[in-house]
């Protein structure tokens, strides 16, 4: 497979002749470099057509002002030493600076090893530099290419807000070569693939450069906009014809396990102009009962973790990794400033001993407490079951919805009636005083608005998700033109005052 080089991913990528360089003159590195290793990158300067092994600049995509930096594999294995470090650090500043979202295409053999370990500390800085890129509020995005390795997947490569991988890239932190000459067996397989870091929820989607352009526009186009509030649009009119707090629980709660009833993902394919799913928790794990995507709900951009019940085993509904997944979300919110919508559709959290010894309960609450906290507007949408600890991590937002034969209760109505009268035969009776059901929940306080079923989701999904869709677009743009400090404070009084 023949692979593009830098000068040829930035032109591919970038809108056509937008691209404008940033590089000077290599810096020496202190202390001065001896005649060998100066020969070695006069013929890598020959053999690439570059100076070092990082290019930086910037240029538009889709009429987009972007920073990008990028390896240059022919350059000495793209392998970072002082001057290499200094030009990529000097770009992420600027981009800072400048306020641009960074781009980032590595290709790498990692730390340069003619320079050794002084070039190996300059991981530091290139970190330090990414981070306060993205603590400015910043989208910084990776694109992994054929090969990256060592220091460079372990810096740079491994912090992007959202991360992709080349088609058939071998990536991975130690280079295979220099496994087996130090352990003297092959390392094993299909390991060190864009593929397989997918598979394990590493990288969030593998992609040829020919699509970069278009997804890179897509991400950008949510994730920058919180950069820009919408204007407000007209509330729609979506409450029940009747709330009584005296309806039939256990009606409702017949009719959110209806299995044709609509779920996240209906949600998201019927209501949303914009969906880009994320994988797993990036860091190695990944649950399929939960959805991360970034979207837009009408002007609204938003990051949304969905339970998705129809992707939840009813043995291990949901596991920790589903709620590690969820605090990705969290994170990516608070630090892009993005709206947070948040799905709960969950017969309850995993039960076993696999979700024990993955920390369930903590992860409970560590979600609560992020998503309690979280310094950007937020969503809660209770489309179904809520069921449990695993329902509430996802609830404490600043506007909570519910869907007319939405609910949420503390554990299953039959466990709550197994507790009680030592049978589940009474789930229906407990239900009713536990007070779970959705005109209950807003009675209390716990919702803050109800939505509509015309008599029943099921019976009307297109519909009723529409209708889902403009109110999630009409309270996130509310939310977004509201001073932070007020909602925060809101939020928090909120929470502190429900029960009595
Ligand atoms: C990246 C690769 C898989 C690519 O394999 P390929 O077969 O395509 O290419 P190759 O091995 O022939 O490499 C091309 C040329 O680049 C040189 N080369 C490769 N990596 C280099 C490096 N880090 N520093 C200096 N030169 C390097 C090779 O010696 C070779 O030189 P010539 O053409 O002259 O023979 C392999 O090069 C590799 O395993 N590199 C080492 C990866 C690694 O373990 N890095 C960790 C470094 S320590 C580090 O980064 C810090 C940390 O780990 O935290």
Redesign the pocket.
């Known amino acids: 497979m023949t692979r593009l080089n830098a000068l040829e991913l930035v032109d591919i990528v970038l809108d056509e002749g937008s691209y404008l360089s940033w590089d000077t003159t290599p810096v020496q590195p202190a202390g001065g470099i001896s005649d060998a290793y100066a020969a070695e990158l006069e013929a890598a300067a020959q053999k690439s057509g570059v100076d070092e092994s990082i290019i930086t600049g910037e240029g538009t995509i889709a009429g987009r002002r972007v920073a990008v930096i990028a390896g240059e ?1 022919r350059f ?2 793209g ?2 030493g002082v001057a290499a470090a200094e030009r990529l650090v000097d770009a992420i500043e600027r981009a800072t600076l400048e306020g641009l979202p960074l781009l980032a295409g590595p290709a ?7 320079e050794g370990t002084i070039a ?1 500390l300059s ?1 530091v800085k290139i970190t330090n530099a990414v981070i306060a890129h993205r603590k400015a509020g910043l989208p910084y995005l990776v694109y992994l290419r054929h ?1 990256t ?4 997947f ?1 810096s740079w490569g491994s912090l992007g807000h959202v991360t992709v991988a080349e088609p058939g890239s ?1 990536i991975g ?6 496994f087996e000459a130090i352990y003297g067996e092959k390392f094993p397989e299909n390991v060190q693939t864009g593929e397989n870091l997918h598979k394990m929820g590493i990288v969030d989607a593998v992609i040829g450069p020919e699509r970069i352009a278009g997804t890179v526009s897509r991400v950008l186009d949510v994730l920058m906009g919180a950069k820009e509030v919408p204007s407000s649009v007209p509330d729609p009119d979506t409450a029940p014809d009747s709330v009584d707090p005296n309806s039939d629980a256990w009606a409702a709660i017949t009719s959110s396990r209806r299995p044709e009833r609509p779920g996240v993902r209906d949600l998201l394919r019927t209501a949303a102009n914009t969906v880009l799913p994320l994988n797993g928790t990036g860091e190695g794990e990944k649950d399929p009962g939960l959805l991360l995507a970034l979207a837009k709900f009408g002007s609204a951009p938003c990051i949304v973790l969905g339970q998705d019940r129809f992707r939840q085993d009813s043995r291990e509904p949901m596991g920790p990794a589903a709620l590690r997944e969820a605090r990705r979300g969290m994170r990516l919110a608070a630090e892009l400033h993005l709206p947070l919508v948040t799905v709960i559709d969950t017969p309850g959290a995993a039960l076993s001993k696999e979700a024990e010894e993955g920390g369930i309960a903590g992860e409970i609450a560590r979600s609560l407490a992020d998503l309690a906290n979280l310094d950007a507007p937020s969503v809660s949408l209770i489309l179904g079951e809520g069921s449990g600890g695993g329902a509430l991590a996802l609830i404490p937002t600043d506007r909570v919805l519910s869907a007319e034969h939405g609910w949420l209760s503390p554990l299953p109505p039959e466990g709550a009636s197994a507790i009680v009268h030592r049978t589940t035969e009474r789930a229906a009776e407990m239900a009713q005083s536990q007070g779970v059901h959705a005109p209950m929940l807003q009675a209390n306080g716990v919702v803050d608005r109800i939505i509509a079923e015309h008599s029943d989701a099921s019976d009307e999904p297109l519909d009723f998700v529409a209708r889902v869709g403009e109110t999630l677009e009409y309270e996130l743009i509310s939310l977004m033109r509201e001073p932070s400090a007020r909602r925060l404070a809101r939020r928090m009084d909120r929470y502190r005052g429900l029960g009595i």
Do not use: H, K
């Not at 932190?173 to 220099?178: A, D, K, M, Q, W």
């Open positions: 594999f000495l294995a392998s970072i790498s053999g990692g730390t340069r090893m003619q190996f991981m090969p390795t060592g220091g460079v372990a071998l932190f130690l280079g295979p070569r220099v």
